[in-house]
Protein backbone atom coordinates (compact mmCIF):
# COMPACT_ATOMS: atom_id res chain seq x y z
CA UNK A 1 0.00 0.00 0.00
CA UNK A 2 1.19 3.23 -1.00
CA UNK A 3 0.09 6.46 1.56
CA UNK A 4 0.94 9.97 0.40
CA UNK A 5 0.82 12.48 3.74
CA UNK A 6 0.35 15.76 2.43
CA UNK A 7 1.40 17.85 5.31
CA UNK A 8 -0.88 21.13 6.25
CA UNK A 9 0.76 24.98 4.94
CA UNK A 10 2.49 26.44 7.77
CA UNK A 11 0.53 29.74 9.62
CA UNK A 12 3.16 31.34 8.81
CA UNK A 13 4.56 31.77 4.82
CA UNK A 14 8.62 30.83 5.58
CA UNK A 15 11.54 32.79 3.74
CA UNK A 16 12.89 31.10 1.54
CA UNK A 17 15.64 33.52 1.14
CA UNK A 18 17.00 37.15 1.75
CA UNK A 19 15.46 40.23 0.58
CA UNK A 20 17.47 41.30 -2.00
CA UNK A 21 17.86 44.81 -3.61
CA UNK A 22 17.36 48.64 -2.52
CA UNK A 23 14.48 48.27 -0.21
CA UNK A 24 16.48 45.08 1.82
CA UNK A 25 19.55 47.66 1.64
CA UNK A 26 17.57 50.32 3.26
CA UNK A 27 16.22 48.28 5.69
CA UNK A 28 19.78 47.07 7.34
CA UNK A 29 20.85 50.93 6.48
CA UNK A 30 17.94 52.27 8.91
CA UNK A 31 19.00 50.11 11.82
CA UNK A 32 22.70 50.67 11.40
CA UNK A 33 22.19 54.14 11.52
CA UNK A 34 19.41 53.79 14.55
CA UNK A 35 22.15 51.67 16.34
CA UNK A 36 24.78 54.51 15.64
CA UNK A 37 22.26 57.21 16.89
CA UNK A 38 21.72 55.40 20.48
CA UNK A 39 25.45 55.70 20.90
CA UNK A 40 25.53 59.33 21.48
CA UNK A 41 26.81 60.76 24.64
CA UNK A 42 25.10 63.42 27.02
CA UNK A 43 25.07 67.15 26.87
CA UNK A 44 24.19 69.19 23.44
CA UNK A 45 26.66 67.81 21.06
CA UNK A 46 25.95 64.26 22.53
CA UNK A 47 22.22 65.17 21.93
CA UNK A 48 22.59 66.28 18.20
CA UNK A 49 24.54 63.14 17.60
CA UNK A 50 21.67 61.17 18.45
CA UNK A 51 18.77 63.14 17.04
CA UNK A 52 21.01 63.10 14.06
CA UNK A 53 21.54 59.46 13.64
CA UNK A 54 17.90 58.80 14.77
CA UNK A 55 16.35 61.04 11.92
CA UNK A 56 18.33 59.37 9.40
CA UNK A 57 17.43 55.91 10.55
CA UNK A 58 14.07 56.96 10.93
CA UNK A 59 14.04 58.56 7.14
CA UNK A 60 15.71 55.81 5.60
CA UNK A 61 12.71 53.42 7.55
CA UNK A 62 10.25 55.53 5.66
CA UNK A 63 11.92 55.21 2.26
CA UNK A 64 11.99 51.11 3.25
CA UNK A 65 8.17 51.11 4.32
CA UNK A 66 7.34 52.90 1.00
CA UNK A 67 8.33 50.41 -0.63
CA UNK A 68 6.42 47.63 0.46
CA UNK A 69 2.34 48.63 0.19
CA UNK A 70 1.70 46.36 3.01
CA UNK A 71 3.47 48.27 5.65
CA UNK A 72 1.61 51.02 5.74
CA UNK A 73 1.46 51.17 9.78
CA UNK A 74 5.17 50.98 9.91
CA UNK A 75 5.30 53.59 7.23
CA UNK A 76 3.09 56.03 9.45
CA UNK A 77 5.01 55.29 12.70
CA UNK A 78 8.45 55.91 11.04
CA UNK A 79 6.98 59.34 9.75
CA UNK A 80 6.09 60.34 13.00
CA UNK A 81 9.25 59.66 15.22
CA UNK A 82 11.40 61.07 11.70
CA UNK A 83 9.29 64.16 12.43
CA UNK A 84 9.97 64.25 15.97
CA UNK A 85 13.69 63.34 15.64
CA UNK A 86 13.81 66.44 12.97
CA UNK A 87 12.41 68.96 15.37
CA UNK A 88 14.56 67.67 17.91
CA UNK A 89 17.72 68.46 16.25
CA UNK A 90 16.86 71.16 15.11
CA UNK A 91 15.94 72.66 18.32
CA UNK A 92 18.78 71.75 20.07
CA UNK A 93 20.96 73.12 16.99
CA UNK A 94 19.17 76.28 17.43
CA UNK A 95 19.71 76.52 21.46
CA UNK A 96 23.79 75.67 20.21
CA UNK A 97 23.54 78.54 18.17
CA UNK A 98 21.88 80.97 20.51
CA UNK A 99 25.18 79.64 23.03
CA UNK A 100 27.89 81.79 21.75
CA UNK A 101 30.38 83.72 23.69
CA UNK A 102 33.01 86.75 23.38
CA UNK A 103 36.02 85.70 22.42
CA UNK A 104 37.45 86.25 26.53
CA UNK A 105 34.52 84.13 27.25
CA UNK A 106 35.17 81.26 25.01
CA UNK A 107 38.52 81.15 26.13
CA UNK A 108 37.54 82.01 30.26
CA UNK A 109 35.46 78.46 29.43
CA UNK A 110 37.53 76.38 27.61
CA UNK A 111 40.40 76.82 29.77
CA UNK A 112 38.40 76.71 33.16
CA UNK A 113 34.74 75.46 33.61
CA UNK A 114 35.16 72.89 30.64
CA UNK A 115 37.91 71.17 32.46
CA UNK A 116 35.72 71.37 35.78
CA UNK A 117 32.39 69.66 33.90
CA UNK A 118 29.91 73.14 33.68
CA UNK A 119 27.84 72.99 30.57
CA UNK A 120 27.45 75.77 27.98
CA UNK A 121 23.91 76.54 29.58
CA UNK A 122 25.19 76.99 32.97
CA UNK A 123 27.77 78.56 31.84
CA UNK A 124 25.70 81.19 29.89
CA UNK A 125 23.41 81.75 33.00
CA UNK A 126 26.66 82.76 34.83
CA UNK A 127 27.99 85.02 31.66
CA UNK A 128 24.40 86.81 32.22
CA UNK A 129 24.53 87.28 35.91
CA UNK A 130 27.62 89.74 35.18
CA UNK A 131 25.88 90.82 31.80
CA UNK A 132 29.18 90.16 30.50
CA UNK A 133 31.10 92.65 31.36
CA UNK A 134 35.12 92.78 30.87
CA UNK A 135 37.04 95.67 32.25
CA UNK A 136 39.85 96.94 30.97
CA UNK A 137 42.84 97.58 33.38
CA UNK A 138 45.73 99.98 32.24
CA UNK A 139 49.19 98.86 33.93
CA UNK A 140 49.70 100.57 37.40
CA UNK A 141 45.80 100.47 37.52
CA UNK A 142 44.39 98.86 41.22
CA UNK A 143 41.65 96.26 40.42
CA UNK A 144 41.17 96.67 44.19
CA UNK A 145 42.09 98.57 47.58
CA UNK A 146 42.18 97.08 50.70
CA UNK A 147 40.17 98.50 53.16
CA UNK A 148 38.33 100.46 50.28
CA UNK A 149 37.25 98.12 47.86
CA UNK A 150 33.66 96.58 48.29
CA UNK A 151 33.42 92.77 47.66
CA UNK A 152 29.97 92.70 45.27
CA UNK A 153 31.40 90.47 42.40
CA UNK A 154 33.50 87.52 42.02
CA UNK A 155 36.16 88.28 38.64
CA UNK A 156 38.62 86.30 36.46
CA UNK A 157 41.99 87.73 35.01
CA UNK A 158 41.36 87.19 31.12
CA UNK A 159 44.95 88.25 30.26
CA UNK A 160 47.95 89.78 31.46
CA UNK A 161 48.86 89.43 35.01
CA UNK A 162 48.02 91.43 38.38
CA UNK A 163 50.59 92.31 41.16
CA UNK A 164 48.95 91.23 44.85
CA UNK A 165 50.53 93.22 47.37
CA UNK A 166 49.68 94.17 51.25
CA UNK A 167 50.74 97.75 52.58
CA UNK A 168 52.88 98.17 49.65
CA UNK A 169 54.50 94.76 50.45
CA UNK A 170 54.24 92.31 46.94
CA UNK A 171 52.99 89.15 48.22
CA UNK A 172 52.65 86.85 44.76
CA UNK A 173 51.01 87.27 40.87
CA UNK A 174 47.72 86.32 39.65
CA UNK A 175 47.83 84.88 35.98
CA UNK A 176 45.31 84.84 33.32
CA UNK A 177 42.00 82.08 34.16
CA UNK A 178 42.28 82.43 38.00
CA UNK A 179 40.14 84.23 40.22
CA UNK A 180 41.14 88.10 41.34
CA UNK A 181 39.01 88.01 44.59
CA UNK A 182 38.36 84.05 45.82
CA UNK A 183 39.57 84.24 49.33
CA UNK A 184 37.31 87.79 49.73
CA UNK A 185 34.46 86.17 48.15
CA UNK A 186 34.38 83.02 50.09
CA UNK A 187 35.11 84.27 53.20
CA UNK A 188 31.42 86.21 52.90
CA UNK A 189 28.41 85.03 54.26
CA UNK A 190 25.46 85.01 51.74
CA UNK A 191 23.49 87.89 53.76
CA UNK A 192 27.04 89.90 54.19
CA UNK A 193 28.76 92.85 52.91
CA UNK A 194 32.49 92.94 53.18
CA UNK A 195 35.87 94.98 51.91
CA UNK A 196 38.95 94.05 50.61
CA UNK A 197 41.59 93.38 53.49
Known amino acids: MNLTVKLASPALPLCEEWKEGLDGSLFHLANI???LGFMGGSGFYGLLY????????FFCSILWAWSDPCTTDTF????ALFGVCLAQALYIAYKLRSLTFDKDFEDLY???FKRLGVSLTHFGKIVASSDGAVRNLEKGQCF????KTQIDKLSVLLSGRIRVTVKGEFLHYIHPFQFLD????DSLRPSEEGIFQ
Open 33 to 35: LLF
Open 182 to 185: SPEW
Open 50 to 57: LFTFMTLG
Open 144 to 147: AVEE
Open 110 to 112: NCM
Open 76 to 79: LWNF
